[in-house]
């Protein structure tokens, strides 16, 4: 069943964190609807720009609408991950989309209003709700400095959701998207969202780049040929913390990469005379399943299948 990603954050907020994963083709579609059915989790499909046009965009929607026909029980949002203004819209008129991400954080503080704001009025007419991003998450490989204002300011946070409504607010604190997170030891800064919470009470924050490079499969991708040194993610012991703190949506991005690499590696290593896609497709999405079931024990929303399935019906009404 495929829910308005307002009402999983409505039933989440303050006590877990759904989670947010990517999607780029069919084993990771299947591995990611097991591995939810498993743990008993509602769960959020992001697609990316580079998601929509790495094979057809209608290619994937099509596996998502199949994917709600072939799992009758799954509970999820289908979002947009990092959208511009014009792949916002072109989500907004596919109507599969629960909900949308802007991202304008890289423009001025007034152009990102601007640009929100028409891509939320945009949104709101068609029942979507839509994520912005304020501050700027540094990319792969690059240190993260304590300079302030790439982090989020919680003053300039309540005055970008009051001009722009929108409806969720990716914050940076600290987080960076890739596998080479920190240097030394993780330092997030969960007083930004304490301070967010306390000025906007009940409004759902985003964590981006919040994968957690498990070292064990960083250790088996090395020792398979891989040359992945110094990876390094978040520590998945701090969701619980965000989630009080506000944060309704985690995503994970990275670790599901890595699952993908990692068995692939190890299989064609074990394996050598093999040519055959299946069996290794079978293990991944085994893997993959057996990962985010794991993933989604951390963030709690394992186990509130049920109880949200129940909420998304009865707030439809
Ligand atoms: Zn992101």
Not at 42 to 67: C, D, N, V
Not at 239 to 265: E, P, Q, S
């Given at each position: 069943?495929?829910?308005?990603?307002?009402?999983?954050f409505k039933h989440?907020?303050g006590?877990?964190?759904?989670?947010?994963?990517?999607?780029?083709?069919?084993?990771?579609?299947?591995?990611?609807?097991?591995?939810?059915?498993?743990?008993?989790?509602?769960?959020?499909?992001?697609?990316?720009?580079?998601?929509?046009?790495?094979?057809?965009?209608?290619?994937?929607?099509?596996?998502l609408?199949?994917?709600?026909?072939i799992?009758?029980?799954?509970?999820?949002a289908?979002?947009?991950?990092?959208?511009?203004?014009?792949?916002?819209?072109?989500?907004?008129k596919?109507?599969?989309?629960?909900s949308?991400?802007?991202?304008?954080?890289?423009e001025?503080?007034d152009k990102?209003?601007?640009?929100?704001?028409?891509?939320?009025?945009?949104?709101?007419?068609?029942?979507?709700?839509?994520?912005a991003?304020?501050?700027?998450?540094?990319?792969?490989?690059?240190?993260?400095?304590?300079?302030?204002h790439?982090?989020?300011?919680?003053?300039?946070?309540?005055?970008?959701?009051?001009?722009t409504?929108c409806?969720?607010l990716a914050?940076a604190i600290?987080?960076?998207?890739?596998?080479?997170?920190?240097?030394?030891?993780?330092?997030?800064?969960?007083?930004?969202?304490?301070?967010?919470?306390?000025?906007m009470?009940?409004f759902?924050?985003v964590?981006?780049?919040?994968?957690?490079?498990p070292e064990?499969?960083?250790?088996?991708?090395?020792?398979?040929?891989?040359?992945?040194?110094?990876?390094k993610?978040?520590?998945?012991?701090?969701?619980?913390l965000a989630?009080?703190?506000g944060?309704?949506?985690?995503?994970?991005?990275?670790?599901?990469?890595l699952?993908?690499?990692?068995?692939?590696?190890?299989?064609?290593?074990?394996?050598?005379e093999?040519?055959d896609?299946?069996?290794?497709?079978?293990?991944f999405?085994a893997?993959?399943?057996r990962f985010?079931?794991?993933?989604?024990?951390?963030?709690?929303s394992?186990?509130?299948l049920?109880?949200?399935?129940?909420?998304?019906?009865?707030?439809?009404k």
């Amino acid at each position: 069943m495929i829910v308005p990603t307002n009402a999983l954050f409505k039933h989440a907020y303050g006590k877990y964190a759904i989670g947010a994963y990517n999607i780029n083709n069919l084993e990771q579609t299947m591995g990611l609807f097991q591995g939810n059915l498993q743990s008993k989790a509602p769960f959020i499909i992001q697609i990316s720009k580079g998601a929509r046009s790495y094979t057809h965009k209608k290619m994937l929607e099509a596996m998502l609408k199949t994917a709600d026909e072939i799992f009758p029980d799954a509970v999820f949002a289908v979002h947009l991950d990092h959208g511009d203004e014009a792949t916002c819209l072109d989500c907004i008129k596919s109507g599969l989309y629960s909900s949308i991400m802007i991202d304008a954080s890289h423009e001025s503080y007034d152009k990102n209003v601007e640009i929100t704001k028409r891509v939320v009025d945009a949104g709101h007419a068609k029942g979507l709700s839509v994520e912005a991003e304020l501050g700027q998450l540094k990319g792969i490989e690059e240190d993260i400095k304590a300079d302030d204002h790439v982090f989020t300011r919680p003053d300039e946070a309540v005055d970008f959701v009051k001009k722009t409504g929108c409806d969720s607010l990716a914050c940076a604190i600290g987080t960076s998207h890739g596998a080479f997170k920190f240097k030394g030891a993780q330092k997030l800064k969960f007083d930004i969202l304490e301070a967010i919470q306390k000025l906007m009470p009940g409004f759902p924050l985003v964590m981006h780049g919040s994968s957690s490079v498990p070292e064990d499969e960083v250790r088996r991708i090395n020792y398979f040929g891989g040359a992945m040194k110094d990876a390094k993610g978040v520590d998945e012991n701090s969701f619980a913390l965000a989630a009080k703190l506000g944060v309704t949506k985690i995503n994970i991005d990275t670790d599901g990469r890595l699952v993908w690499t990692r068995v692939h590696r190890e299989y064609f290593a074990l394996y050598p005379e093999n040519f055959d896609l299946r069996p290794v497709g079978k293990v991944f999405m085994a893997e993959y399943a057996r990962f985010i079931a794991n993933k989604n024990k951390k963030l709690a929303s394992a186990g509130q299948l049920d109880a949200v399935r129940e909420f998304c019906k009865a707030s439809k009404k």
